[in-house]
C-alpha cells in the first residue's frame, strides 16, 4: 500500500474574497492526480462549503485533506465558537449567519446540508467556545483513479 | 445552446472568454445565493446572477460551468475576471434582470425538458 499524499492548507478568517482558495488548489491537485470529475468535485464542493463556514463563523482554521487508496478525507478544524445544536444546524435554511454574510451570497442555511449532500461521510465535532473539527470522506470508486 | 446564442439573447457584453462562443451549455442556473447554486450539479451550465463577488466565480469554478452571466449591468471587477479567465470562464454583462434573462434562454430552450 502507497502512502497517503497529504494536502494541508492554513484558512485565512479574515479574508472572505480569498475564501475557497484552498479548495481551487485541492481540486486542481486531484484532477492532477488522475481522479474521475464526480470525486474531484464532491470532494471541492463540500470543502469549499466548509471553507467559507470557516471564514465566516470561525475565524479560519486549518485545511487537511488525505488521498487515501479508497477514500478521499477532509478534516476542518477551527477554534471558533463552537456549534450548540449540531442537528440544527444540519438542518436546510437554518442559519445564524448575519445580513452582511447573506448579502456575499452565503450563509442561508445550506452550507453543512450540501457537505453532508456530496459526501459519503460526515462526522461534526463541535464544543462551544473551543472550536469545530468537520470531518468528512469521500470514497473513491473502483474504476476512479 | 451555444455561449454565443446566450450573448446575442441577452443583448450582452463579453467580457472574457471570447474564444469560447462555440462551447455548448446544456442548463442554466439563475440566484444570488451561491449555496443554492452549490446545491445541485448541472452538467455544462451557465451561471446567471446579480451577485459580483470573488465566490461567484469560485462557486462557477468548482460546479465545473462554463459560463458566468452578471444581470441587471453588474460589472465584475479585474480580480475577478482574471480569475474566471484562468479557469476557462466565458464572463458576460447583460442589462437584463435575472428574470428576464433566465426567461429569455428558458423561452429559448436552455434547460428545457420536454414531456
Partial sequence: ?145 | MKIREIVSLLSADILCGGDLLDTDVHMACGSDMMSDVLAFVKDQAVLLTGLVNPQVVRTAMMMDMRCIAFVRGKRPSGEMLSLASSAGLAVLATPRRLYEACGILYHAGLGRTEP
Wanted: charged share 20%.
Fill in chain 1, 1 to 145: 500500500m502507497s502512502e497517503p499524499v497529504v494536502f494541508t492548507y492554513p484558512i485565512d478568517g479574515n479574508n472572505f474574497t480569498s475564501a475557497g482558495g484552498a479548495s481551487v488548489a485541492v481540486k486542481q491537485n486531484l484532477r492532477a492526480l488522475g481522479f474521475p470529475d464526480d470525486v474531484v468535485r464532491r470532494v471541492s464542493i463540500a470543502m469549499y462549503e466548509g471553507e467559507i463556514n470557516m471564514v465566516i463563523h470561525a475565524h479560519g482554521g486549518t485545511a487537511t485533506v488525505t488521498v487515501g487508496e479508497d477514500e478521499i478525507t477532509i478534516v476542518l478544524a477551527d477554534r471558533g465558537p463552537g456549534i450548540a445544536d449540531v442537528e440544527r444546524a444540519m438542518q436546510e435554511g437554518y442559519y445564524t449567519a448575519p445580513d452582511n454574510i447573506r448579502a456575499l451570497g452565503f450563509g442561508a442555511g445550506m452550507g453543512l446540508p450540501n457537505m453532508r449532500r456530496y459526501t459519503d461521510e460526515m462526522r461534526i465535532d463541535s464544543v462551544v467556545g473551543t472550536g469545530t473539527t468537520v470531518t468528512m470522506k469521500v470514497r473513491i470508486p473502483e474504476e476512479g483513479a
